[in-house]
């Protein structure tokens, strides 16, 4: 109750924080009736494998077209949509879309999958249902499909973190495959790397070298980073990806894949299917 009072005191005396309830209020709204009036689109990024430079998959990107309006990009709502709960029916949208597009990319061309999940979707009761249910309905076979986790999903202690491995465990075991996204970035103990329920390492964007760094200590992190994952049999993905220099240096660590501008910003499907089309082509 103290706490509350308390909460209720910095509404009533900072402006900046009430505005900012409101804003985050209207958005919420917003987005509520988003949903229903079909203005949420999946743009995907594609994922290369580093030896050929092929197109292996893609990851799937939610935007926000509101009409007449600026596109709005994740970051904008997605932290709002977690607060409210919304989440959970747009991350269900999203998995279902993105498994419908990506069937016809993976029956043509063996494309597979990447789907960011938050916290809060895992801790749905029905979530491995969820999955199961939109690989179903789409064809796309399980093994075509990485869920993209946060490692605090798997590390926080206690039931919530137990219930997360329990789903994630369950849609392994028929095929589907497990990623930490933007590895690195938080504070966890390494164990989890060893004893949790994870197929693939995706290196966060800060710990690409910027151009011109001539600092060894970068090159360090990323080569110390690779050497764990593939010790440990786990597939690295470098994200963020965005000059030669960096594709070079992943390359010579032994980087699988990598993920990135220099390849191509995430696009519309269409785009993507013409990006995925012309990669087959290529004879090497
Ligand atoms: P993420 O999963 O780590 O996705 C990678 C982000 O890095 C994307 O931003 C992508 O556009 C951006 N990116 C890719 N290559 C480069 C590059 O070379 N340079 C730079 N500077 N950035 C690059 P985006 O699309 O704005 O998404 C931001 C975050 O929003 C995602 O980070 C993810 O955490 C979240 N997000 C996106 N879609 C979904 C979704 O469907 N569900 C959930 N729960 N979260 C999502
Ligand atoms: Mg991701
Ligand atoms: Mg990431
Ligand atoms: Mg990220």
Request: one cysteine or more; hydrophobic letters at 40%.
């Amino acid at each position: 109750a103290a706490k509350e009072a308390g909460r209720d005191q910095l509404v009533s005396f900072d402006p900046s924080l009430r505005e900012k309830r409101l804003e985050a209020a209207r958005t919420t709204e917003r987005l509520r009736r988003a949903i229903a009036r079909d203005e949420l689109i999946v743009h995907f990024q594609p994922l290369i494998r580093l030896a050929d430079e092929r197109i292996t998959g893609v990851e799937a990107l939610i935007r926000w077209q509101p009409p007449g309006e600026r596109m709005v990009p994740p970051d904008k709502f997605i932290g709002i949509a977690e607060d409210s709960g919304l989440i959970v029916p747009i991350g269900t949208w999203v998995l279902r879309e993105s498994c419908r597009v990506v069937a016809a990319w993976h029956r043509e061309h063996g494309t597979v999958v990447s789907v960011n999940v938050s916290p809060r979707q895992l801790r749905e009761p029905d979530f491995g249902a969820t999955v199961l249910d939109a690989l179903r309905d789409s064809r796309l076979p399980p093994t075509a499909l990485i869920l993209e986790i946060t490692e605090g999903v798997l590390v926080d202690s206690g039931a919530v973190t137990e219930q997360a491995i329990g789903h994630l465990s369950l849609l392994r075991s028929q095929g589907v495959r497990v990623a930490v996204d933007d590895f690195g970035t938080g504070y966890s103990s390494l164990a989890y790397l060893r004893d949790l329920p994870i197929d693939h390492i995706k290196i966060d964007r800060s710990f690409m070298p910027a151009p011109g760094d001539t600092d060894p200590a970068a090159r360090t992190m990323v080569k110390a980073i690779i050497d764990l994952a593939s010790g440990l049999r786990l597939g690295t993905i470098a994200e963020g990806v965005e000059t030669a220099e960096q594709v070079a240096l992943l390359r010579e660590l032994g980087c699988e894949r990598a993920q990135g501008y220099y390849y191509s910003r995430p696009v519309p499907s269409d785009d993507a299917t013409r990006l995925i089309l012309q990669s087959a082509a290529v004879t090497s």
